[in-house]
């Protein structure tokens, strides 16, 4: 339905880059690995980067036995996106490994690359040197997805999803195991491993 | 635009494009216009820019007028400023965009939390421009289509924020003119705003 004025009558929750990777050994299978980058531009914690990594999301296994990890440059934007983002999607609250990250301090963080082929984001955290690919990007699709065609079904969202075919995760040098699998969104087939780019979250009027 | 969860349309550019247009009296023509770009996502790769005219009405270009591009990618920009920056209606005919002179940005950096004050600021050789918003609002969303898109041409996403006093300098002078108001969609709001997590769509051939 055509809004009835170009401005959205609803409040604007966060706005920035929500990029992800979420792999599988076997396509029935758990997820083996699981990236989920936000660069936020605007929130009501501020701005910042911040960066969910599971290398086991099975297991309650905290850093450095395990990689289950929230990497952050402003700990109360993670905070907020745990909470009010992170665990509202009911995939990643049912996931063990959430109830048990580590909150580690940022201390470089920057993109490589060209969304129009290949793409890095990498996140350097203490001893963690973290790079995440997306290869194999597709075409830009602009999305408006009502509440309920989102995780949550709480929030309306405007976003930009390039996919990818051919994404890596690799922490210190170690790729973690497991391929993209299938996923629909919106009606449209596409992959776990995705750019957003200019996505807005705004809460319904 | 028709709202549908996926936009047939083939998609752009995406980034931020906040802008500042500066006028002496409120019913006067543009004495200084500046709008910035942060793209992500296009057909011509990715970059920043800065178009500023400080002499809109001139049809020359800087060092001899204060009319002239920043940018870090010129083919991107090109690009931009013939299919998007020409057609806005505070740009739209102005000797000064035909005139400007475009320059390579040596260095560039952002500054502010966006929620009280955000600034821009580009070096070129001989060359610097900074563009500065203060008293920011609350964000909001806006999306268009080509009826109401400020291209004539696009379905358009964006958050917007409002700021109540802004300022253009070229190498620390300036540009004359104040933020006044203007409607925007039935709403009263500044000429200075930012606009950011844009993304402006070709529409489908066969959408209404």
Same mark, same amino acid.
């Given at each position: ?205 | ?126 060359? !610097? $421009?900074? /563009?500065?918003?203060? *008293?920011?609002?609350?964000?909001? &969303?806006?999306?268009? @289509? ?44 500044? !000429? $200075?705003? /930012?606009?950011?997590? *844009?993304?402006?769509?070709?529409? &489908?051939?066969?959408? @209404?």
């Amino acid at each position: 339905m055509p809004l009835a004025s170009p401005i959205h009558p609803g409040q604007v929750v966060w706005t920035g880059e929500n990029p992800g990777i979420l792999l599988k050994e076997d396509p029935d299978g758990p997820f083996s690995a699981i990236a989920l980058f936000f660069r936020i531009y605007l929130s009501p914690a501020g701005r910042g980067t911040v960066l969910l990594l599971l290398d086991s999301p099975e297991q309650r296994r905290q850093y450095p036995d395990g990689c289950n990890v929230l990497l952050h440059n402003n700990k109360g934007l993670a905070d907020y996106l745990l909470d009010s983002f992170i665990l509202k999607l009911p995939a990643f609250a049912a996931l063990p490994a959430c109830e048990s990250l580590s909150l580690i301090g940022i201390d470089e963080s920057y993109p490589e690359g060209d969304p129009r082929s290949c793409y890095s984001e990498i996140v350097k955290a203490g001893s963690l040197d973290i790079r995440l690919t997306w290869d194999g990007l597709g075409t830009p699709t602009a999305l408006e997805l009502p509440a309920e065609l989102t995780g949550g079904k709480e929030n309306e969202l405007y976003t930009l999803l390039i996919e990818s075919t051919k994404p890596a995760i690799q922490v210190n040098g170690r790729q973690l195991p497991g391929n993209p699998v299938e996923r629909v969104q919106a009606d449209i087939k596409t992959t776990t491993a995705f750019l957003y780019f200019s996505e807005t979250w705004i809460r319904p009027a | 635009m028709a709202r549908v969860p996926v936009n047939p349309g083939t998609v752009a550019w995406a980034g931020d494009n906040p802008g500042i247009y500066l006028r002496e009296t409120p019913d006067g023509p543009w004495t200084g216009l500046g709008i910035f770009f942060r793209v992500l996502y296009s057909a011509y790769g990715q970059g920043s820019a800065m178009v500023i005219l400080g002499d809109p009405g001139e049809a020359s270009g800087f060092p001899n007028s204060r009319n002239v591009c920043l940018s870090t990618n010129q083919e991107m920009m090109r690009y931009l400023v013939d299919d998007f920056v020409r057609r806005f209606p505070s740009f739209r005919d102005q000797p000064g965009l035909e005139s400007m002179t475009w320059l390579d940005v040596a260095s560039h950096a952002s500054q502010g939390n966006m929620t009280d004050t955000w600034s821009e600021t580009m070096h070129a050789t001989g060359c !610097t $421009a900074h /563009m500065r918003w203060t *008293e920011l609002g609350s964000p909001f &969303a806006v999306e268009v @289509g080509p009826k109401d898109c400020a291209t004539g041409a696009h379905d358009m996403y964006s958050v917007f924020m409002e700021a109540q006093s802004a300022s253009i300098t070229l190498n620390g002078a300036p540009l004359s003119g104040q933020v006044c108001e203007r409607l925007f969609f039935g709403r009263k709001m500044s !000429t $200075a705003f /930012m606009a950011v997590s *844009e993304t402006w769509v070709i529409p &489908a051939p066969d959408e @209404g």
